[in-house]
């Protein structure tokens, strides 16, 4: 719901107190025309600030984890491309030590194990069937960071793929998948539990061939993950696939690059060269989208500006872009504003900038 007015009291990294209406005592920092709203948890996310999550660099891992932060982002799954077995180790490593830092949240593997009809801006060349060997190496080498993997289920292996990674506690995400509706619906009952960017990279939906997209929209047990930059889906589209799921079964993701914050010029998204113009981003020479300049903040005035009763809008909107996706990870403590929860809270100003951040009780940003 939404308290207007309402009060939030934090002591460490911990909410203390909140509640609608005057606070119990005189408030240290009142914001009488800003909207508080729990942190963004983006689990789709590759850089930002002209830095990124992919090449294994930790100081560039610093710079994108904080560009995004600064824009209300708490919370940041770092998403990996495909890469060559050793790259890919590598970067895993890197972002590992980032996660232990408390730097990003965890890591997303997007990739290697992704169909080749529909590869998006990943490397075609790296692009591979799931083993048994190269999984329990990049696990060993995560050490319990890797929290999500996007795959395709259709390939080879893909099923004992599934069951080995939600067996070390992974979360499962099918994506960049060419599956038929059957064999979506048997991953997901083997444990898959995310869309990853619903419509983009998928077989499209077909009134004979309903393909990945209906069957991950009707199952309750899935949360799908749309991209609502105006770009990858027409906010039309978002707008149906929210009525349909629900916003507790939906989360917006950013997709976002290093392009991110930065501007139009060229850019690389693992080793695939990238040219953004116009602040949309697009594999050198071709019309495939790569990734998205998009920030937290701005999909969130996106999604909410587009439900005529404010109140509904703003409620759907903190569902979509910090309650689900914390849901969808397991984080305990995330996304929502109660007694108890971790103190991640962003100050939203009337157009939706952020004003301010608080990250575990800290604030990093006062603009």
Same mark, same amino acid.
Do not use: K
């Given at each position: 719901?939404? @308290?207007?007015?309402?009060? %939030? #009291?934090?002591? *460490?990294?911990?909410?203390?107190?909140? +509640?609608?209406?005057?606070?119990?005592?005189?408030?240290?920092?009142?914001?009488?025309?800003?909207?508080?709203?729990?942190?963004?948890?983006?689990?789709?996310?590759?850089?930002?600030?002209?830095?990124?999550?992919?090449? @294994?660099?930790?100081?560039? %891992? #610093?710079?994108? *984890?904080?560009?995004?932060?600064?824009? +209300?982002?708490?919370?940041?799954?770092?998403?990996?491309?495909?890469?060559?077995p050793a790259d890919l180790l590598a970067a895993v490593r890197v972002l590992a030590e980032s996660t232990r830092e408390g730097v990003v949240a965890g890591i997303h593997l997007e990739g290697p194990w992704l169909s080749t009809a529909h590869c998006g801006a990943h490397d075609h060349t790296q692009l591979r069937d799931p083993t048994p060997a190269e999984i329990d190496a990049l696990l060993a080498a995560g050490d319990g960071t890797i929290r999500m993997v996007t795959l395709a289920p259709e390939l080879p292996g893909s099923e004992a793929a599934i069951t080995r990674l939600i067996a070390a506690g992974v979360v499962v995400a099918l994506g960049h998948t060419d599956a038929d509706y059957e064999q979506t619906r048997r991953a997901i009952d083997l444990g898959a539990t995310v869309g990853t960017h619903l419509f983009n990279a998928m077989r499209p939906l077909h009134h004979r061939e309903p393909g990945p997209v209906l069957a991950l929209l009707e199952d309750?047990?899935?949360?799908?993950?749309?991209?609502?930059?105006?770009?990858?889906?027409?906010?039309?589209?978002?707008?149906?696939?929210?009525?349909?799921?629900?916003?507790?079964?939906?989360?917006?993701?950013?997709?976002?690059?290093?392009a991110a914050g930065v501007g139009d010029g060229e850019f690389r998204l693992g080793t695939v060269p990238v040219d953004v113009a116009d602040g949309v981003a697009r594999v050198r020479g071709t019309s495939t989208i790569a990734g998205s300049t998009a920030t937290m903040n701005q999909l969130f005035g996106a999604v909410s500006d587009r439900v005529p009763d404010r109140d509904a809008g703003l409620v759907a909107a903190v569902h979509m872009t910090s309650t689900t996706p914390a849901r969808a990870l397991g984080i305990d403590g995330?996304?929502?504003?109660?007694?108890?929860?971790?103190?991640?809270?962003?100050?939203?100003e009337s157009d939706y900038r952020v004003g301010a951040a608080m990250v575990d009780g800290d604030c990093l940003t006062d603009h």
């Amino acid at each position: 719901g939404v @308290g207007r007015p309402g009060w %939030v #009291q934090t002591s *460490a990294a911990r909410i203390v107190g909140c +509640g609608p209406g005057a606070p119990p005592r005189p408030p240290d920092v009142d914001l009488p025309d800003a909207v508080i709203v729990p942190g963004f948890v983006d689990i789709h996310v590759h850089g930002g600030g002209g830095a990124t999550y992919t090449n @294994g660099d930790a100081s560039e %891992v #610093q710079r994108a *984890a904080r560009f995004h932060r600064e824009h +209300g982002t708490t919370t940041t799954l770092a998403s990996l491309v495909t890469a060559s077995p050793a790259d890919l180790l590598a970067a895993v490593r890197v972002l590992a030590e980032s996660t232990r830092e408390g730097v990003v949240a965890g890591i997303h593997l997007e990739g290697p194990w992704l169909s080749t009809a529909h590869c998006g801006a990943h490397d075609h060349t790296q692009l591979r069937d799931p083993t048994p060997a190269e999984i329990d190496a990049l696990l060993a080498a995560g050490d319990g960071t890797i929290r999500m993997v996007t795959l395709a289920p259709e390939l080879p292996g893909s099923e004992a793929a599934i069951t080995r990674l939600i067996a070390a506690g992974v979360v499962v995400a099918l994506g960049h998948t060419d599956a038929d509706y059957e064999q979506t619906r048997r991953a997901i009952d083997l444990g898959a539990t995310v869309g990853t960017h619903l419509f983009n990279a998928m077989r499209p939906l077909h009134h004979r061939e309903p393909g990945p997209v209906l069957a991950l929209l009707e199952d309750d047990r899935v949360t799908v993950e749309l991209i609502a930059d105006g770009v990858h889906v027409h906010p039309a589209m978002v707008h149906a696939a929210v009525g349909a799921a629900g916003a507790g079964r939906v989360a917006l993701v950013t997709d976002a690059t290093a392009a991110a914050g930065v501007g139009d010029g060229e850019f690389r998204l693992g080793t695939v060269p990238v040219d953004v113009a116009d602040g949309v981003a697009r594999v050198r020479g071709t019309s495939t989208i790569a990734g998205s300049t998009a920030t937290m903040n701005q999909l969130f005035g996106a999604v909410s500006d587009r439900v005529p009763d404010r109140d509904a809008g703003l409620v759907a909107a903190v569902h979509m872009t910090s309650t689900t996706p914390a849901r969808a990870l397991g984080i305990d403590g995330v996304g929502i504003l109660r007694v108890g929860a971790v103190a991640n809270l962003v100050v939203l100003e009337s157009d939706y900038r952020v004003g301010a951040a608080m990250v575990d009780g800290d604030c990093l940003t006062d603009h």
